[in-house]
């Protein structure tokens, strides 16, 4: 093959890769194009699209994929890999991730049963704006029976707004 026939081959496979949708966007344009699957309910298609982003510590798709794998959306229900990519969001200061976390931890689902850190991680994403957060905190707070527990779970707050508080709310 000579070099204008090769330049040619080339241009055409680069080609057939762009126009096939294999050269990726920027992430946001694949969170969006992730997002918009999943809300189409292609949950294989927003799980391919967000994993390359969440394992870039992008906490929108962390999120997206805890919650997917705590409701079995594409993937089968596994609560473990839901805490584990709902963590990853929560410590990026994702409202979402911290309530759903919180949420798994008032039921033990995927980690110990802990109403502490239930309230802990719904105190933070109510103050991280998501206002769903408060019936999890509150439902929390109610479990809390004895002093001790109340103190820890006041003692987690403290901790987790030094260390995952408020950072733009993603």
């Known amino acids: 093959m000579n070099a204008v026939a090769r330049g040619l081959a080339i241009v055409a496979a680069w080609s057939a890769l762009v126009g096939s949708g294999v050269v990726a966007g920027s992430p946001e344009e694949d969170f969006r194009a992730g997002l918009s699957a999943f809300n189409g309910g292609d949950f294989a298609k927003a799980l391919r699209l967000w994993r390359p ?5 992008d906490a929108r798709s962390q999120a997206g994929i805890g919650f997917m794998y705590h409701r079995g959306l594409g993937v089968k229900t596994d ?6 990519w709902l963590r990853k ?3 990026q200061g994702q409202a979402e991730g911290q309530m ?4 798994l931890y008032f039921f033990g689902l995927g980690v110990p049963q802990n109403y502490a850190a239930a309230y802990a991680w719904c105190e933070l994403a109510q103050d991280n704006g998501q ?4 019936f999890c905190r509150d439902a929390a707070l109610q479990s809390l ?5 109340l103190r820890d779970a006041f003692r ?4 987790l ?3 995952f508080g408020h950072v733009g709310g993603q």
Request: net charge negative; proline share 0%.
């Open 131 to 134: 206002g769903e957060a408060q």
């Open 161 to 163: 707004r030094e260390r």
């Open 156 to 159: 987690m707050v403290r901790e």
């Open 145 to 149: 029976t004895e002093d001790a527990q």
């Open 100 to 103: 759903m976390l919180g949420t």
């Open 89 to 91: 969001a929560a410590e």
């Open 79 to 84: 609560d473990a890999q839901a805490a584990f």
């Open 53 to 57: 982003l969440a394992e870039d510590n």
